[in-house]
């Protein structure tokens, strides 16, 4: 398309008076990159269909009305991004927005990641019940979400590389963030059932520091939470007890065997159960709640020692 395209029609435009020309003074290129972007997507259904557990998750998407788009100007680094609303008719609507900046290879693994985050959305994962989870809680929250949502991804990524798709498993084993988490299913998936392979999975997301704290950034940035609760120290055992059910959700109407009851963990591996983990194991919570009870305490009234 010549450089002066836009030009060229504006200017017929003003001469003619057609709004014809003013149609095609609009940049073209947006029109056929909605069209690229909407084949990619395409394929990755193609490319997860090929799987029982990829045909899953794309009738999944399909049933619940997800809008799958790709993004060409999503902040850098982040790879897709999952939303739910409620319309207007009280009907909840989901939407994932992928990167345009990935290699398809990632991106449909990404489309995995945030599909699983819509079904814990469905399943009630999304906040505590009575919304007055402490930010040791919360941040135990996202990390759940979070490893549950990247452990489907490398159970699918298998599965398409045993399928002959390898491309996304050798991609995402060479990733800093997440390389721990394909590389224990590629060093277990013939020794362990899968049960206790997905837990294995999950259980690697916590090895990563970096990541923990990457999410507890966020949870703590995303969430304002009541002053009763910043001094709160026990966690709630009722939380901790939902937080468990993450493992049974699945992409269909049945749920799955539970990953994460604690009666098929490894020795050691129930403290990534608990919220005394998520206090224990952050750089960045205390000082968050040390910073906003400072902030929210009322000062305290002045006084004086001289008789008026």
């Known amino acids: 398309m010549p450089s002066n395209y836009k030009e060229k029609m504006t200017k017929l435009f003003k001469e003619n008076s057609n709004p014809m020309f003013a149609a095609l003074a609009k940049p073209m290129h947006r029109i056929s990159s909605k069209v690229k972007n909407k084949k990619r997507v395409d394929g990755f259904y193609e490319r997860l269909s090929k799987i029982p557990e990829g045909l899953e998750i794309v009738e999944f ?100 590389s045993e399928a002959g798709d390898t491309e996304p498993l050798r991609l995402k084993t060479s990733s800093r963030r997440f390389g721990s988490m394909y590389k224990a299913y590629i060093d277990n998936k013939d020794e362990l059932d899968e049960v206790k392979l997905n837990r294995l999975i999950f259980i690697n997301w916590f090895k990563s520091q970096k990541t923990i704290d990457y999410y507890d950034k966020k949870a703590l940035k995303s969430k304002v939470f009541d002053f009763d609760v910043l001094i709160r120290i026990d966690p709630s055992v009722e939380n901790e007890k939902h937080l468990k059910m993450m493992g049974e959700v699945s992409f269909t109407d049945k749920k799955q065997e539970n990953y994460l009851d604690v009666a098929l963990s490894d020795p050691g591996g129930a403290k990534f159960l608990t919220s005394r983990f998520s206090i224990d194991n952050s750089n960045f919570i205390q000082e968050y709640k040390d910073k906003l009870i400072k902030k929210r305490t009322p000062a305290k009234p002045f006084t004086s020692d001289i008789d008026l």
């Open 61 to 160: 998407l399909k049933d619940n009305k997800v809008q799958v788009s790709i993004d060409d100007q999503m902040r850098r680094g982040v790879g897709g991004v999952a939303n739910t609303k409620v319309n207007k008719w009280g009907i909840e609507e989901y939407h994932i927005s992928l990167s345009g900046s990935f290699l398809d290879a990632a991106l449909v693994l990404i489309l995995v990641h945030e599909a699983r985050h819509i079904a814990q959305f469905k399943a009630g994962f999304r906040s505590f019940e009575d919304n007055h989870a402490t930010p040791e809680e919360y941040c135990l929250l996202t990390r759940f979400r979070e490893a549950d949502a990247e452990r489907s991804s490398v159970i699918i990524a298998g599965k398409l």
